[in-house]
């Protein structure tokens, strides 16, 4: 017989010991069994006098008057029946040596029933089951038989919750299919299977934890799909949040405060829903007919989230939507970017970050549908803009793209690029001559490519892709030289609207997309918002007022990343007084727009030392910078004769044109200087110190009456219906349906830039004399 049985319970009250005392209790029952069947065997045969009779009849007639008695006076059921267990070793001893007596002489039966006897008794071992003794169960130990010997052996996790719940519950049910979540914690699920026939019993939670000695609710069943009755799944979490558990309440929160009539959301129901490690995702519909429209702020105070990072929405623009609610912001923590991660892939991208689910966050340096593309990156100072374009600066370098850098800011916004990029002006002054020369470069390649009758770009051949990117470019936009200013607005504008197909493209880093900071030039937000957008933490929380209208999906809502996170939340912060330094800062993320889709992404990360990101640095490689074929430098160079003396900023410290090209003392001008090509072969140009000022820019028309763009008439009708007075800026579209939006936007600044129309306020314009 097994410990197992041995140790079954057979009394109304059990006493749980360790398996050696069991095992002892066993072998000393067996022992005396065996002894006594020796006397059985051979007391007959030694003295069968009267008194044997006596003794073993009285023996026997004695225990059934116990018996008997007991029975008598106890209740009836299982007290009973253990009585009775304890009384057959002595009546079938006593009947056994009673039957041996009464044979005359000898015979090999007497040995043989003996021998059956102490094989019966210590086989069942009656007195050891009728005591109730239940082995006291451990992690470490579990019950097995070697042969006839019992001895402990090493308990698996499994077993021992089977044995546990076994134990506890005594209804018959068992526990299989156990599965624990980790190794080292004593989380699990399972499967409860009764018997046959039966249904699971209901069990309080108050029992099932205390089942598995488990906090209380930290253990819950629930139905097995496809399965009746029969089965239940059990789910134990003592150390880990039950997330299916709270994925269940979010389906009833969101009916009753998100979906409900005068809700977050009206309407809007939730479709499916799953869990993953510390978020649940959630996949919602509209009703048909309708457009999703899911306000961000709304649905974060419907589940009492502080952090509006911990939930990020995604839809369609029709009628489905993903929305996904994180246990904290998963995007904490962030690892370093690799050169593998820079390097291009045949479809035109590179990797700069890690989006909200886990995926890459790529973009793209040039488009081989498209060409090249353009980009709009906002943020405040310290939101990240430094590390982003420090990213995709190194990526074009590891991937053949000629860049041409214009950080407005002196050099100071972008000094990680000095010296790594093939052009990298400082200063307003030499941006704006930077851009002229690729103004210049677009012209080349658009005639040859008109000579050669190519009508797309085409990678390297003949080639290379250039990008521009301008930093801080709203201090030149809105530049108080006029000259300057509207000189800017034109190169961006033009370069923008035909760079794309001579593989020329742009990019601007800007502290928010507001006109003001873009020089009140619609045209040219629009036209940066075709590509790649990037909003990072800006000074504005509103999508209209950053301006995107026509980018962002049809439902979208987002909330201004804050400029630090918490891992309890900001009110808790708060409340709890801790320094605004102790939260983690939100550097580097951002919500990246790209073919119509909205992702909430955060850049690699990047340690800054003493001022520079040496990270940064070690990415861009030790190589020389990619530069421009022999014809393009000559072009760069004849046009401002500045191309040569790229890397020794001569007009780095000079604010206006007047002062760079003055022959005041102190000033320095340029001296001329051959082009060079990246193939070695040279042209001569004149230098621009002795040019008259501006004479750079001669073909520029400054945005007056031949401004690139301009729709032929469409001014003329705008200052048709300003005539019959102020209009705001929407019925202005309305009233002229054969031009795109932008282009009356455009049309419009280019009429204030005249001198022939304002704004009389946000959004409205009438004529300058009204």
Not at 177 to 196: G, L
Not at 331 to 360: F, N, Q, S, W, Y
Not at 646 to 660: E, F, K, M, S
Request: aromatic share 6%.
């Amino acid at each position: 017989m097994s410990t197992t049985d041995q140790a079954a319970p057979a009394v109304d009250t059990t006493k749980s010991v360790p398996g050696h005392v069991i095992y002892r209790r066993v072998l000393a029952e067996r022992t005396s069994y065996a002894l006594t069947a020796a006397g059985m065997a051979v007391g007959p045969q030694l003295d069968d006098s009267a008194w044997s009779y006596l003794a073993s009849g009285g023996i026997g007639l004695g225990t059934l008057a116990w018996l008997y008695a007991k029975a008598k006076s106890a209740d009836q059921g299982l007290s009973a029946i253990v009585r009775a267990q304890r009384a057959i070793p002595f009546l079938t001893a006593a009947g056994t040596y009673v039957a041996n007596l009464i044979t005359p002489g000898f015979d090999w039966w007497e040995i043989v029933d003996a021998a059956a006897w102490a094989g019966l008794m210590g086989w069942m071992a009656p007195l050891t089951r009728s005591a109730g003794l239940v082995l006291e169960l451990t992690e470490h130990q579990a019950p097995t038989s070697i042969g006839t010997v019992l001895a402990p052996r090493e308990l698996t996790y499994t077993e021992f919750l089977a044995a546990k719940w076994a134990q506890a519950t005594g209804d018959g049910t068992r526990l299989v299919s156990i599965a624990p979540y980790r190794a080292d914690r004593p989380d699990f699920e399972a499967v409860v299977v009764a018997q046959a026939g039966k249904a699971v019993p209901t069990f309080t939670e108050v029992q099932l934890a205390a089942a598995f000695d488990f906090p209380l609710g930290t253990v819950r069943m629930r139905p097995v799909q496809g399965s009746g009755p029969g089965r239940m799944r059990l789910v134990a979490r003592p150390t880990s949040e039950d997330i299916e558990a709270v994925a269940e309440g979010i389906r009833g929160l969101w009916e009753t405060s998100v979906a409900a009539p005068g809700k977050a959301a009206p309407g809007v129901g939730l479709i499916e829903h799953r869990t993953e490690k510390d978020r649940i995702v959630l996949l919602v519909a509209s009703p048909p007919g309708k457009t999703i429209y899911l306000p961000h702020t709304s649905i974060c105070s419907a589940f009492g989230i502080d952090d509006p990072s911990r939930l990020v929405i995604e839809t369609d623009g029709i009628r489905m939507g993903v929305v996904s609610i994180y246990k904290s912001n998963p995007l904490m923590k962030v690892r370093k970017a690799t050169v593998e991660d820079l390097t291009m892939d045949d479809k035109g991208r590179i990797t700069i970050g890690v989006c909200h689910d886990g995926k890459p966050a790529r973009m793209r340096l040039w488009d081989p549908g498209q060409g090249a593309l353009r980009g709009i990156t906002a943020g405040v100072t310290g939101a990240g803009k430094s590390v982003l374009q420090n990213l995709i600066l190194a990526g074009e370098k590891r991937s053949g793209v000629v860049s041409w850098v214009g950080d407005v800011q002196g050099g100071m916004s972008l000094p990680e690029a000095e010296g790594r990029v093939d052009w990298f002006a400082k200063g307003p002054v030499e941006t704006l001559l930077m851009l002229t020369a690729a103004h210049a470069v677009m012209k080349y390649r658009e005639r040859i490519s008109n000579e050669m009758g190519r009508g797309d770009f085409d990678l390297g051949r003949p080639w290379p892709l250039i990008n521009i990117t301008l930093d801080e470019i709203n201090r030149l936009l809105s530049h108080p030289d006029e000259a300057m200013r509207k000189a800017t607005a034109y190169l961006i504008a033009d370069i923008q609207k035909t760079g794309r197909k001579v593989g020329i493209g742009i990019r601007l880093a800007v502290q928010s997309l507001h006109l003001k900071d873009l020089g009140d030039d619609d045209a040219i937000r629009q036209q940066g918002k075709v590509g790649a957008l990037f909003l990072m933490r800006t000074a504005s929380s509103s999508t209209k007022e950053m301006g995107l209208d026509g980018i962002a999906p049809a439902g979208f809502q987002m909330e201004n990343i804050p400029a630090r996170i918490y891992e309890n939340g900001q009110i808790e912060a708060l409340f709890s007084g801790q320094d605004d330094e102790d939260g983690e800062s939100t550097a580097g993320m951002a919500y990246m727009f790209l073919d119509g889709r909205a992702k909430f992404m955060r850049t690699f990360f990047a340690e800054k030392v003493d001022g520079v990101y040496p990270d940064l640095i070690a990415l861009y490689g030790e190589e020389p910078a990619n530069g421009l074929t022999k014809g393009e430098a000559e072009a760069a160079q004849l046009k401002v004769g500045l191309y040569d003396l790229r890397h020794i900023n001569p007009y780095a410290d000079c604010d206006t044109l007047a002062q760079a090209f003055s022959d005041a003392p102190g000033s320095t001008p340029a001296a001329s200087a051959p082009a060079t090509g990246t193939d070695g072969d040279s042209g001569e140009a004149e230098a621009p110190a002795s040019a008259p000022f501006g004479a750079p820019f001669g073909d520029i028309p400054f945005g007056l009456s031949d401004d690139p763009g301009e729709e032929p008439g469409l001014q003329d009708q705008i200052l048709e219906l300003l005539a019959e007075g102020p209009k705001p800026l929407k019925d202005l579209r309305v009233a002229l349906p054969a031009f795109q939006p932008s282009s009356v936007s455009n049309a419009c600044s280019q009429l204030k830039a005249k001198g022939l129309a304002t704004t009389r306020k946000r959004g409205v314009w009438q004529l300058t004399d009204s």
